[in-house]
């Protein structure tokens, strides 16, 4: 079974520019979740979807970042226009149990942004 | 209010032996369910260990066993004979208590990173 993807694994964008992080959960997970790493400090929740529905959007930093969740498969992340301060590891997670609290969450490798 | 500590950045242990990761929490509510992960250097994030609050036993996964302190609020981690593919950063984290809303937001220490020298 896949576990969870993202796409690109790496970016290096400049400031003011736009970048779309991807993320594709496992197969079957109502459950996907965004969080981010900044440089040396803790991972952050951003933001929960249960299938299409933006559950708990409490994380997200402002309103630069836009997250779709269309279909209720894949997500997208979207950063417009990026800043300097946005830059760390998105990682996306998934797990199982709509409307149950589920016991893991399964993460993915991490996108690497980076806006110089 | 920070809700999981590591107070470790960085540790190192001799190969076979055995280490503790320290974790701490800080919670209200009585049912919460804790977590350990494991980042190589490759960057995947790999779940390692779950404990629920209200589990009698300390969770145990091969290698990896959970020391639940729940009156002092702790969950460490310990690594039997310790492998060098056991270097990487470690996270301690909690599930959000159950409620309508963030029933499944996790939050994260800032890790700690563990060597194993050979």
Not at chain 2, 31 to 37: D, I, Q, T
Request: proline share 5%.
């Amino acid at each position: 079974e896949a576990g969870v993807t993202q796409f690109p694994s790496h970016s290096v964008i400049e400031k003011g520019q736009t970048v779309t992080l991807r993320c594709d959960p496992i197969s079957g997970h109502d459950n996907l979740y965004w969080y981010r790493r900044v440089m040396g400090k803790e991972i952050k929740f951003l933001l929960h979807f249960v299938k299409e529905s933006k559950q708990d959007e409490s994380g997200m930093p402002n309103n630069r970042f836009l997250a779709e969740r269309t279909g209720g498969t894949y997500s997208t992340l979207k950063v417009q226009p990026a800043e300097l301060e946005d830059s760390g590891v998105y990682f996306c997670a998934s797990s199982q149990g709509r409307g149950l609290p589920a016991k893991t969450q399964y993460f993915g490798p991490g996108t690497r942004l980076l806006v110089l | 209010a920070q809700k999981i500590t590591q107070t470790q950045p960085g540790m190192f242990v001799q190969e076979k032996e055995a280490v503790t990761l320290d974790c701490t929490y800080d919670t209200s509510d009585p049912s919460y369910g804790l977590f350990w992960y494991k980042q190589p250097s490759s960057g995947e994030m790999i779940f390692l260990i779950y404990q629920g609050s209200y589990d009698q036993q300390n969770a145990t996964e091969g290698r990896y066993s959970l020391n639940f302190q729940k009156a002092r609020k702790s969950a460490n981690l310990v690594i039997s004979a310790s492998q060098l593919g056991d270097s990487a950063m470690y996270f301690c984290a909690m599930r959000d208590p159950a409620s309508l809303y963030n029933f499944n937001k996790f939050y994260f220490g800032s890790g700690t990173k563990l060597n194993v020298k050979p």
